[in-house]
């Protein structure tokens, strides 16, 4: 699948979050969103990166940015994850994985020679009209916030 670059079209997605909540990306029509995704809740690259983003909320919220993070885990280890860390933006429960296929974020990895399918860390920012502004693909944990906050 292609990946997305500056000036596409978002794709239109829809997940429950860590609390049940329905959000679809209209839900932020006319506010920037940044949106990134981890590999799984509670392991130390993702907490780092979703600490980050939650450090930097409230700067964001400033300046018309709101977050969100997508992992292939559950409502329940979503929930347990934003609790024990105080993550207080979206969580969303992408467990068929079509959020990150749909933005290419789905595909093939490695550790220690085994080969398996998962989410590449990647984040991007979207505009008030749905468009992506920036594109990180294969971020490092600790870059998600400063990349993000480049371009804000």
């Not at 992408?94 to 296929?101: F, L, M, R, T």
């Amino acid at each position: 699948m292609k990946q997305l670059t500056t000036g596409d079209m978002v794709p239109s997605f829809e997940a429950l979050d860590q609390n049940g909540n329905n959000i679809k990306l209209s839900d932020f029509s006319g506010k920037k969103v940044l949106i990134y995704f981890y590999p799984k809740a509670d392991t130390p690259g993702c907490t780092t990166q979703s600490c980050a983003v939650e450090e930097a909320r409230a700067g964001f919220l400033e300046s018309g940015t709101v977050v969100i993070g997508v992992s292939p885990d559950n409502q329940k280890k979503q929930k347990k994850f934003a609790e024990k860390f105080s993550l207080n933006f979206p969580l969303l429960c992408d467990e068929d994985h079509a959020i990150a296929e749909a933005f290419s974020v789905w595909g093939e990895k490695s550790m220690f020679g085994k080969k398996y399918m998962g989410i590449i860390r990647s984040s991007f920012l979207i505009d008030e009209s749905g468009k992506i502004l920036e594109a990180w693909y294969k971020v490092s944990p600790k870059n998600t916030v400063p990349f993000a906050k480049a371009v804000i």
